[in-house]
């Protein structure tokens, strides 16, 4: 496994705490949360639905601020960054699978793929050229001029993940990203997945609940009730303190 001299992880957090509400009836989403992602590993975060995975998920991806704890990205301490930095530092450093695929239902396929390569200032000729590559990669080159509404839940779900890798991120954080999917065609996209982990920097989270999946993972976290109750895995004595 590849190892980086400037970030050994890749995430690295302490302490991590997220509340929703306040006072008396604040919910505590996160309650003191250690979590380290390495370099090219696919970490999978699995637990009851209610227990902090999401939330975990979108602290670590900047899409929600923390109450307390430390969170550093890439070697970025996300607490050190305004809100134009962070978001700057996600499309150029981040993928994402979300549960919800969050595609533009108004144009085709190709062009949803090219979105995050376009804001990242590609030209359109190479960012459709890396869009079907990527769409040919995950078996739907012949679907780029199809609309979202043409095509099945896990066709969909294949091209948020075109969507997600296009642009080569260095952490892709996926939610259920292959819960609408039948065997083969996940078993498709977590090798996908796993090849990109395994490039130089890089790093997968995912979050799920599809045991089927599981023999992916480098290590497992296991979540309830806002806190970590296990973590197990072949990488998990190399785990800093």
């Known amino acids: 496994m590849a190892m980086n001299a400037t970030y050994p992880s890749v995430v690295h957090c302490r302490g991590l705490t997220k509340a929703f509400g306040v006072g008396s009836t604040a919910t505590y989403a996160l309650q003191g949360v250690?979590?380290?992602?390495?370099?090219?590993?696919?970490?999978?975060?699995?637990?009851?639905?209610?227990?902090?995975?999401?939330?975990?998920?979108?602290?670590?991806?900047?899409l929600l601020d923390l109450d307390a704890g430390t969170c550093e990205v890439l070697g970025r301490d996300l607490a050190r960054m305004n809100q134009i930095e962070r978001s700057r530092f996600r499309c150029a450093t981040m993928g994402f699978v979300f549960q919800r695929f969050n595609l533009l239902p108004g144009v085709s396929i190709l062009d949803n793929v090219t979105v995050p390569l376009l804001i990242g200032g590609h030209s359109r000729k190479d960012a459709e050229s890396r869009a079907v590559r990527i769409l040919d990669e995950l078996g739907l080159r012949d679907r780029t001029s199809a609309s979202p509404n043409e095509l099945s839940g896990g066709q969909q779900q294949r091209?948020?993940?075109?969507?997600?890798l296009v642009h080569n991120p260095k952490l892709i954080v996926c939610d259920e990203p292959t819960s609408a999917l039948d065997q083969n065609t996940g078993q498709v996209v977590m090798e996908t997945l796993r090849d990109r982990a395994r490039q130089t920097d890089?790093?997968?989270?995912?979050?799920?609940?599809?045991?089927?999946?599981?023999?992916?993972?480098?290590r497992i976290v296991r979540m309830e009730d806002g806190v970590i109750i296990g973590c197990n895995g072949a990488i998990e004595a190399e785990m800093p303190s």
């Open 202 to 218: 890089r790093a997968v989270i995912v979050v799920t609940h599809d045991t089927r999946i599981v023999n992916y993972a480098d």
């Open 159 to 164: 091209v948020a993940i075109a969507r997600a």
């Open 34 to 62: 250690d979590l380290d992602v390495r370099v090219g590993e696919i970490l999978m975060i699995m637990g009851p639905s209610g227990c902090g995975k999401t939330t975990l998920l979108s602290v670590v991806s900047t």
